[in-house]
């Protein structure tokens, strides 16, 4: 029974099953144009209520958003699956606040302070070892040893190097099975998966006792995991032990698909747009010139850069949608929703309406200038979602996806492999470009 909510049109018993599992944003656009702002998509023995629009991201964000929707059903998998009593996903009202305000300093720019020299110097380790002149690079697996080696050193003081498998297999099965539940749960069964679970504990373990090892006269820059802490000592009902493993892995869990996805797909835009490519270069050139030391102000003179990175995000949005579970019966654009309801918030659809976005389908990385601002309507755009949990770490990814694209492209020379290949993508459990995704450094630049 659908009370009036209209449903997508689909396949006879799966529904629109095949194609949620190939490109779900373009199943919640189809539903948009045909069905305006509130729909429902069948895929196999489930049905899905969606929201879509440009009004549901100040919705979300308002009193009666953040009342009607809530986060800890979506979640609660996850929080079981490592014994733990929450994650900072999963809570709302004021624990939400309150645990947000712990993990904030530690996930915004200010954890970047002094510290973008840094982020050069494992990017170019990376470069170095990875990305050779004359290898073909599998760029998604290259990218995740990149951007754990960035998290670790910045966020955590830790580079998991050798988690890195467990991490990306462990976070591959919970958000199919037990998050997006796109997956049955028996493959929780599957020994690889108990494997790496056990492994991410064990990381969590170990960084809670090297910080306890630590001495007192430690000089080093304060992190996140300094942070969550001092917040369990300090008050063990808002951060207890249980708790510990989820929160202190979480900047890899986080950021391992999310940002290494996002830079695999610009750099595949990038390529595939030679003259981005030149302005791309041009900038990062300037920047980098006679081996200066890059500080905050130039990220100021990268908007090329800092535009590719944008459009990127908008053309191939990590966060589609933002899976809730209704708190209560609602009216939403006049259709009734009952309480316990899934709902998909997918604030991502607004990204490819040509009222705010003019041919929406053209990487065009000028559309972020101050002349056009096409993505400052209101509910345009929101790659890192909307409402109050909107993704707490954004600072920092978009200076980290900046920098390190800067970095890659003045340093290297890259082609895709094959020459104009197509971009192949994935859609679960975060959409990006598959493991066969693969460029040619053709030489080093610098």
């Known amino acids: 029974m659908t009370g009036g909510i209209p449903v997508v049109r689909g396949l006879p018993v799966v529904g629109s099953a095949l194609e949620m599992a190939r490109d779900p944003l373009a199943v919640f656009l189809r539903g948009y144009a045909t069905h305006g702002p509130v729909f429902r998509v069948r895929a196999l023995h489930r049905t899905l209520t969606v929201l879509a629009g440009p009004e549901l991201a100040r919705w979300m ?42 993990m904030r300093r530690g996930y915004s720019r200010e954890a970047l302070d002094g510290r973008l020299p840094d982020l050069v110097d494992i990017t170019d380790r990376c470069v ?48 199919n099975t037990l998050v997006t539940r796109q997956r049955p749960a028996i493959l929780l069964r599957r020994p690889e998966y108990r494997r790496a679970r ?65 830079l695999a797909s610009l750099v595949y835009a990038v390529l595939a747009h030679p003259e981005v490519l030149e302005r791309v270069r041009g900038e990062a050139d300037a920047v980098f010139a006679g081996g200066r030391t890059v500080s905050e102000d130039d990220l100021a003179a990268m908007p090329s850069i800092s535009g ?16 809730r579970v209704a708190a209560r019966d609602f009216t939403y654009a006049g259709h009734h929703i009952s309480e316990g309801e899934p709902v998909y918030c997918a604030v991502t659809v607004p990204h490819f309406l040509p009222e705010f976005f003019p041919d929406p389908h053209t990487f065009d990385i000028d ?17 890192f979602g909307k409402g109050h949990h909107t993704c707490l770490g954004k600072g920092i990814a978009e200076i980290q996806m900046t920098l390190t694209a800067a970095r890659l492209f003045h340093t290297l ?18 959409p990006g470009p598959t493991a066969s995704f693969r460029v040619r450094v053709t030489g080093r630049r610098r």
């Open 413 to 430: 020379d890259l082609e895709l492999d094959p020459p104009g290949a197509p971009l192949r993508r994935r859609a679960a459990p975060t």
């Open 198 to 262: 056990a492994r991410v504990a064990e990381l969590g373990r170990t960084m809670v006792r090297e910080h306890r090892e630590r001495p007192a006269a430690d000089d080093r820059p304060r992190t996140l995991v300094d942070d969550i802490m001092a917040a369990h000592e300090r008050d063990p009902e808002l951060v207890p032990a249980d708790d510990l493993t989820l929160a202190l892995t979480g900047p890899y869990v986080a950021g391992l698909d999310t940002v290494a996805n996002t």
């Open 308 to 323: 590719a990175v944008a459009e990127t995000m908008r053309m191939y949005p990590i966060a589609v949608a933002q899976p």
């Open 367 to 383: 559309r972020y200038t101050d002349e056009r601002r096409e993505h400052a309507t209101p509910g345009a755009y929101a790659p």
């Open 61 to 102: 964000g308002s009193r009666e958003g953040r009342a009607n929707l809530r986060s800890r059903e979506v979640w609660q998998g996850l929080v079981d699956e490592y014994g733990a009593t929450k994650t900072l996903t999963g809570v709302d009202g004021p624990e939400h606040r309150r645990l947000r305000e712990v």
């Open 128 to 175: 170095e070892r990875d990305w050779a002149p004359g290898r073909t690079v599998p760029v998604v697996r290259a990218l995740q040893f990149l951007v754990t080696g960035q998290l670790g050193t910045l966020l955590t003081g830790r580079v998991p190097t050798e988690h890195i498998d467990d991490i990306r297999i462990a976070t591959l099965y919970i958000l």
